[in-house]
């Protein structure tokens, strides 16, 4: 059992470059989120889906784009890369509404 | 004011030390409380998980949850090395899924 699987582990972008981190889950749960990680800020969601065809924006939604096309896959697309952007991010997703979030152990990105 | 405020540490401790590890919170719109460990390099874990003010225990891990003065803790007994990590709390409301996040208390358990 895989658990929520992220791919890249490392990347390092240039700056305009645009990229896809990929979050892939096997547990059939509808819930998916996306979170970055910053020093001194703690983990803030990104964007996040209730199920295949329905997303909504988090806390911090400006640069990034999500689509949820299958239960399984949930990726996050940076169209063009900013140095904020420079970050650790991670996917996370929820059974049923009462039940904790389960994370992937993220993608170290880096935007030069 | 940020809606979860926790100490970001470091805290370092003794091999066998209890250690206490706490949040306050500001919303009491929120029901749900987590705990999870985080290791260098890693996705956060789940530790703890309780909706209920009072206390919740697991091993060596206690949760605790005062609704009333919006403050959650954990204790670790006999800390071990291996509990060396970043501790982060959380919680959301019962209306959404949203979880909303301490920035994490990195702990050090000395051998």
């Known amino acids: 059992n895989a658990g929520v699987t992220q791919t890249p582990k490392f990347q390092v972008l240039k700056t305009g470059q645009s990229m896809t981190l990929q979050c892939a889950q096997d547990?059939?749960?509808?819930?998916m989120s996306w979170y970055r990680q910053d020093p001194g800020m703690g983990l803030r969601l990104i964007h996040y889906?209730?199920?295949?065809?329905?997303?909504d924006q988090g806390e911090v939604p400006n640069g990034y784009n999500v689509s949820r096309s299958t239960t399984e896959d949930f990726p996050l697309r940076l169209l063009s890369a900013a140095p904020s952007q420079t970050s650790v991010y991670f996917c996370?997703?929820?059974?049923?509404?009462?039940?904790?979030?389960?994370f992937g152990d993220g993608t170290r990105l880096s935007i030069l | 004011q940020k809606e979860v405020e926790q100490d970001p540490g470091p805290l370092s401790v003794p091999e066998g030390a209890i250690v206490s590890l706490n949040c306050t919170y500001s919303?009491?719109?929120?029901?749900?409380f987590m705990w999870y460990r985080q290791y260098s390099r890693k996705g956060p874990e789940l530790l703890m998980y309780?909706?209920?003010?009072g206390n919740k225990e697991d091993g060596r891990f206690t949760a605790q949850v005062d609704k009333s003065s919006k403050y959650i803790s954990l204790f670790i007994r006999d800390s071990q090395p291996s509990d060396s990590a970043t501790y982060l709390c959380?919680?959301?409301?019962?209306?959404?899924?949203?979880?909303?996040f301490g920035q994490g208390t990195t702990l050090q358990v000395k051998p």
């Open positions: 919303n009491s719109a929120f029901q749900y």
């Open positions: 309780t909706y209920s003010s």
């Open positions: 959380a919680t959301r409301s019962g209306n959404t899924g949203k979880l909303i």
């Open positions: 996370a997703t929820r059974g049923g509404f009462n039940q904790p979030q389960h």
């Open positions: 547990m059939n749960h509808e819930y």
């Open positions: 889906s209730v199920g295949a065809g329905i997303t």
